[in-house]
Nanobody
């Protein structure tokens, strides 16, 4: 019912920047919570950033001050601006949308690779 299409990943040097986009189509609600997650090789998927009702945001300690999550409700698109990238940020990044009040409303994008290397 909901499709998430991600873009913007790629190879960047340490200290560089990337902006990830997640375009959604289907049944989208105003009370959705949007989030970005990442998974590095051999590690569990972790939450990076989320934006919820009223536009409040939360970030993992490892990315605070460097990453910014934002949304454009008119376009049903969520962004992740990543600055001052480090090699430790290398991972597959996933977009997620969910409703906290409905457990079955939970969708994921296909993932996009971000590689930070010289």
């Amino acid at each position: 019912q909901v499709q998430l299409v991600e873009s913007g990943g790629g190879l960047v040097q340490p200290g560089g920047s990337l902006r990830l986009s997640c375009a959604a189509s289907g049944r989208i609600f105003s009370i959705n919570v949007w989030g970005w997650y990442r998974q590095a090789p051999g590690k569990e998927r972790e939450s990076v950033a989320r934006i919820s009702i009223g536009g409040s945001t939360n970030y993992a300690d490892s990315v605070k001050g460097r990453f910014t999550i934002s949304r454009d409700n008119a376009k049903n698109t969520v962004y992740l601006q990543m600055n001052s990238l480090r090699p430790e940020d290398t991972a597959v990044y996933y977009c997620n949308v969910r409703r906290p009040d409905i457990s079955t409303y939970n969708y994921w994008g296909q993932g996009t690779q971000v590689t930070v290397s010289s």
